[in-house]
């Protein structure tokens, strides 16, 4: 059936480093991806998306593309911060079901 | 962007007692609400599904008696657990979404602590 595997975590990184989560999807078809992000007692919202092979979601620094090859949309950033400190979940969505990854929470310190 | 309004956002009660959340779209309408509880080192696990006017559909190992669900417009969803217990207590998380080619919206969640 259809899944989500993202890199556990927690990952921590000093800020301004360079940060990739890993996601990889399992679908039958052609799903969307989504990231997700979850700051501390709070629910989650979405932080980027892609709808088709070969898109490229960005928001707020962040980018994931998707690709079909590898199945894969992992998610990157050149220079995090501090208040980027949160759970990241992969997410696809496929005839009306999401899925949604075990979420990663990055730590990033001064 | 779309707003879910999730209230209350923590609520302590005693066991035995019910509880009921609610999860509101502000700025657009929901075809489809879902309802999740957060576990302990973050993973999510879906609850129920639920469409306006008809009867939600709860994931195995969800006992529908027990967490009620009521969709009675496109902007209202409310989760009802009945007869709280200590293990009842939790994060819970309710999303909607427009259509069926829309991201989810979530909610702020409800922490959930029975005693």
């Known amino acids: 059936g259809d899944s989500v595997t993202q890199m556990e975590g927690p990952v921590t990184l000093s800020e301004e480093a360079f940060l990739t989560i890993n996601c990889t999807y399992t679908a039958t078809g052609y799903p969307s991806l989504f990231w997700y992000v979850q700051y501390p007692g709070e629910g989650l919202q979405l932080l980027l998306k892609?709808?088709?092979?070969?898109d490229k979601g960005s928001n707020k620094g962040f980018e994931a593309t998707y690709r079909k090859e590898t199945t894969s949309f992992h998610l990157e950033k050149g220079s995090v911060q501090v208040s980027d400190s949160a759970v990241y979940f992969c997410?696809?969505?496929?005839?009306?079901?999401?899925?949604f990854g075990s979420g990663t929470k990055l730590n990033v310190k001064p | 962007g779309a707003v879910v309004s999730q209230h209350p956002s923590r609520v302590i009660c005693k066991s035995g007692t019910s509880v009921k959340i609610e999860c509101r779209s502000l700025d657009f309408q929901a075809t489809t609400m879902f309802w999740y509880r957060q576990f302990p080192k973050q993973s999510l696990m879906l609850m129920a599904t639920s469409n306006e006017g008809s009867k939600a559909t709860y994931e195995q190992g969800v006992e529908k008696d027990k967490f009620l669900i009521n969709h009675a417009s496109l902007t209202l969803s409310t989760l009802t657990v009945t007869s709280a217990h200590p293990e009842d207590s939790s994060f819970y998380i309710c999303?909607?979404?427009?259509?069926?080619?829309?991201?989810?919206?979530f909610g702020n969640g409800t922490r959930l602590t029975v005693t």
């Open positions: 997410a696809l969505t496929y005839f009306n079901k999401f899925y």
């Open positions: 999303s909607a979404q427009q259509d069926e080619n829309s991201p989810l919206h």
């Open positions: 892609a709808t088709k092979a070969d």
